[in-house]
């Protein structure tokens, strides 16, 4: 869905809160003449309760676990900070809320070191809460893909090795697990590569 709040563009989010709390303690000066007091705006309770708690560490029981948000051609992740109730004063505005865009995974992995021979069996993706966006030069798309999958060859595995391998680790040895994938308007679970063999219950 849109970002409906306009005034706090959500890839300057911290940096919004930042200033804001800068001013509320020494005021407007001509390094800082921006009015952010609208980072203290009271959210409705409607749209707090569509967010996803922040410190979720298993996100599989939160029910709004698949609200994200587009702005300005990006696609991110909102979050409200579970600790907060309705008795807290300072609870309730844009102080309370996170945001994290939605990336590809492609840079993040490429300060990845991972020996291939001796794998760590652990995952990059390990402890993520969220989706990534699916790569733009991995082929094929998601949306082309049947749910029985397809194999890819020895030289797309190649071509994009760390990428799939980080995959094939993240599904296990029953092919069970995997990563959240978003391509487009839809949001893909636990995408995954198997090895031949693997049974995918």
Known sequence: MSWPYHQIPLDQLENFKRLADFQKKFGKNSENPGDYTAIYQKLPEEFIGQLPGTFAMNNSGDQNRDVYFTAGGKIFRVTYNAACTSKNPYCGDFNSVSAAEVVSPEAALAKTIEDFENPSGTTFYS??????????????????????????????????????????????????GGVDFIEGEYKYEKVSVCQKGAKNP
Request: glycine share 10%; proline share 4%; with cysteine.
């Open 127 to 176: 402890g993520f809460v969220g989706a990534w966006l699916w790569p733009r030069n991995v082929a094929p798309n998601l949306k082309e893909l049947s749910s029985d999958g397809r194999v890819i060859t020895s030289d797309e595995f190649e071509n994009h090795k760390l990428f799939y391998f980080e995959l094939l680790v993240s599904g296990g040895h029953d092919c069970s």
